[in-house]
């Protein structure tokens, strides 16, 4: 397939591109960020430095002519969740970074006399909100905290695909890998031995393996029988003080020193929700159309995702 690719240049599409080149198919990179993919990797894409969120971008004629080649596409494109405070001009770029990206994407396509086959779309579990031991799949209703708002607008945005795209829209959750992510940032702090959980250890955390991820985005745009909005979390959410504890034995470290919830909260302040208020998400559609999760449970994905070597 000749697919158009925006916000995939981070964590995710380290993992998404090479995957989709061993695949066979034909990648065109969007990103106003430098591409992260050196040598042979880079000769074999086609790389758009361009803002996908402004709408200018879209008037210009490479990102038009690629967006009309396209057989698919995969719109993973928005500033990190839980990185900066939430100032009010922080909490505008969360929001404007994905719905006026998947807005202008959208407005693009419908402009198209045949536009592309499907679209991959990102949004997160943050759409149901927290809300203590409810269990959430694909039919619960959405929160109505400010990352629920983002994550609404955001798939109110894609649902606008013009008639004939299958849309398939992944509700993701905590994406474990080495390299970045959650994981990445509280690597260097348990091989030290000063690792523990964050807040109080009860909150839930619904994650999945990046490659997994990875997995399920190639095959969603290639499988016509997915469409539709999907949980893209493992079948085993973990609390967070199983998740440390778990992570602890797999480096064969000490993981009893908390970080205290006001700390978090002192330095990413309202942005600390993500972290400290989570949510139990079940995968029950990709369960039901038999998705075949490589990592399934937490010490695997964790032995995985800590382990060198190819994956």
């Given at each position: 397939?000749?697919?158009?690719?925006?916000?995939?240049?981070?964590?995710?599409?380290?993992?998404l591109?090479?995957?989709?080149?061993e695949?066979?198919h034909?990648?065109?990179?969007?990103?106003?960020?430098?591409l992260?993919?050196?040598?042979?990797?880079?000769d074999?894409?086609?790389?758009?430095?361009?803002?996908?969120?402004?709408?200018?971008?879209?008037?210009q004629?490479?990102?038009r002519?690629?967006?009309?080649?396209?057989?698919?596409?995969?719109?993973?494109?928005?500033?990190?969740?839980?990185?900066?405070?939430?100032?009010?001009?922080?909490?505008?770029?969360?929001m404007?970074?994905?719905v006026?990206?998947?807005?202008?994407?959208?407005?693009?396509?419908?402009?198209?006399?045949?536009?592309?086959?499907?679209?991959?779309?990102?949004?997160?579990?943050?759409?149901?909100?927290?809300?203590?031991?409810a269990?959430?799949?694909?039919?619960?209703?959405?929160?109505?905290?400010?990352?629920?708002?983002?994550?609404?607008r955001?798939?109110?945005?894609?649902?606008?695909?013009?008639?004939?795209?299958r849309?398939?829209?992944?509700?993701i959750?905590i994406?474990?890998?080495?390299?970045?992510?959650?994981?990445?940032?509280?690597?260097?702090?348990?091989?030290?031995?000063?690792?523990?959980?964050?807040?109080?250890?009860?909150?839930?955390m619904?994650?999945?393996?990046?490659?997994?991820?990875?997995?399920?985005?190639?095959?969603?745009?290639?499988?016509?029988?997915?469409?539709?909005?999907?949980?893209?979390?493992a079948?085993?959410?973990?609390?967070?003080?199983?998740?440390?504890?778990?992570?602890?034995?797999?480096?064969?470290?000490?993981?009893l020193?908390?970080?205290?919830?006001?700390?978090?909260?002192?330095l990413?302040?309202d942005?600390?929700?993500?972290?400290?208020?989570?949510?139990?998400?079940?995968?029950?559609?990709?369960?039901?159309?038999?998705?075949?999760?490589?990592?399934?449970?937490l010490?695997?994905?964790?032995?995985?995702?800590?382990?060198?070597?190819p994956?």
């Open positions: 397939m000749r697919l158009l690719l925006l916000g995939c240049t981070g964590f995710v599409g380290r993992d591109v090479p995957y989709l080149l695949l066979g034909h990648v065109t990179l969007v990103s106003r960020r430098d992260p993919f050196p040598g042979p990797l880079a074999r894409l086609v790389c758009l430095k361009l803002d996908p969120s402004d709408p200018a971008s879209w008037r004629d490479s990102l002519q690629a967006l009309a080649a396209a057989d698919g596409v995969v719109n993973l494109a928005g500033e990190p969740i839980a990185e900066k405070r939430w100032t009010p001009a922080h909490q505008r770029l969360l404007d970074s994905r006026r990206t998947t807005e202008s994407l959208v407005t693009a396509m419908a402009s198209l006399a045949v536009p592309p086959k499907v679209l991959i779309q990102a949004s997160a579990v943050g759409y149901y909100g927290t809300s203590g031991e269990v959430f799949r694909e039919d619960s209703p959405a929160g109505d905290d400010y990352l629920a708002r983002i994550c609404q955001w798939e109110a945005a894609a649902a606008k695909v013009p008639s004939g795209v849309l398939v829209t992944l509700r959750g994406v474990l890998g080495p390299d970045g992510g959650a994981l990445g940032k509280m690597l260097p702090v348990f091989r030290l031995g000063f690792g523990g959980p964050v807040g109080n250890g009860q909150q839930w619904s994650w999945i393996h990046r490659h997994d991820l990875v997995r399920l985005i190639a095959t969603a745009l290639e499988d016509p029988a997915y469409s539709g909005t999907y949980n893209a979390v079948p085993q959410p973990s609390r967070m003080g199983d998740f440390a504890a778990e992570l602890g034995r797999v480096l064969g470290r000490p993981s020193l908390p970080v205290p919830g006001p700390l978090l909260q002192l990413l302040g942005g600390a929700q993500v972290v400290l208020q989570g949510q139990q998400v079940l995968p029950a559609r990709l369960q039901a159309q038999g998705f075949p999760f490589r990592y399934p449970d010490n695997a994905a964790l032995v995985a995702a800590t382990s060198p070597g994956r």
